[in-house]
């Protein structure tokens, strides 16, 4: 166990988050977390001390600053402090509290006990993936969820596809969905995702993850799974290169709920799905943010 960690702190317009997180993630970051503090907008997120290098964190914050630029934001004040092993396991988790999302769920940490309450209740660890149900993206995402799946034993069988912590898979079994198949390209996020799964209760045969992305889907439909929706959460930029296959997998009944996408995109994402024989039920916005609840034409 490292005795040592870099903690990193962005201050940001709300608009970055996504970009912000991503690169977090890329950087090998474990743990982030997000608020609203004195100073404004604020992320921050850890790694040990040994793995980077104070050159690295000046790369990183150059990132962060041409993603600004690039979205003709005003750029982010970043800054970095060393801290000790104890102060890292306790900074990030002591900003996340039992959230109530929607009509249907409570999304509570795994190290604090759940309040009496009638709704579906998602217990998260997750580590250094994301996903905690803070984010409008995701509350976008499990409200659309209430929407799409039917109660009681469905049969619905949803693909989630960059399911970071497993928040949607969950969401969605514990709504009435009978099957998951969650992808991720990180090994963290799928680690995440079976840890979570068994957090709640939930088996392999209700929830299973594996590496990868729409391809691996793509490989499930044409083994003769018919998919009746697809969750996808992550970043815009990512999903237009996704849009093509996930057209491919799709019956003529087949839903998808996209998010991740800046209101500023949605013309431009509208535009894609509708080549692609979509047809846009909803759009809805918080925000900076826009959740697309799609069917076939």
């Known amino acids: 166990m490292t005795s040592g960690w870099w903690e990193i702190k962005v201050l940001c ?3 970055l988050e996504d970009s912000v997180l991503w690169r977090f993630e890329q950087f090998g970051c474990r743990g982030s977390a997000s608020s609203h503090g004195v100073d404004g907008f604020e992320v921050k997120s850890y790694i040990p001390e040994e793995e980077v290098q104070v050159m690295d964190l000046g790369a990183l914050a150059i990132g962060f600053k041409q993603d ?11 800054s970095w402090v060393r801290i000790d092993e104890e102060d890292w396991a306790s900074g990030w988790k002591s900003h996340w509290k039992p959230e109530e999302i929607g009509d249907r769920f409570l999304v509570c940490p795994a190290w604090i006990e759940p309040p009496a309450t009638e709704r579906e209740v998602l217990i998260l660890d997750p580590g250094s993936a994301f996903g905690t149900g803070a984010h409008q993206t995701t509350q976008l995402c499990l409200e659309s969820l ?6 009681g034993d469905s049969g619905t069988i949803i693909a989630d596809v960059g399911c970071g912590s497993g ?13 998951i198949y969650g992808v991720d390209t990180d090994s963290l996020a799928v680690s995440a995702t079976a840890k979570n799964r068994d957090l709640n209760g939930l088996g392999d045969s209700q929830i299973s993850v594996e590496m990868g992305s729409i391809e691996q889907i793509k490989a499930l439909a044409e083994a003769g799974i018919e998919f009746d929706g697809i969750v ?31 209101t500023t995109q949605a013309k431009e994402m509208a535009d894609l799905l509708e080549q692609h024989g979509w ?3 909803t759009l809805w ?13």
């Open 167 to 179: 928040i949607l898979s969950i969401g969605a079994i514990k709504l009435g969905a009978s099957r």
């Open 285 to 297: 916005k918080r925000d900076e943010w826009c959740c697309f609840n799609i069917r076939r034409s």
């Open 13 to 15: 317009n709300t608009a």
């Open 232 to 262: 996808c959460n992550i970043l815009a930029e990512i999903i237009v290169t996704l849009v093509p296959t996930m057209t491919e997998i799709a019956t003529p009944k087949t839903w998808a709920i996209l998010s991740g996408i800046l």
């Open 68 to 78: 600004a630029l690039t979205m003709e934001l005003q750029p982010p004040e970043v």
């Open 279 to 281: 047809i846009v039920a």
């Open 146 to 151: 209430e929407m799409r799946v039917p109660g």
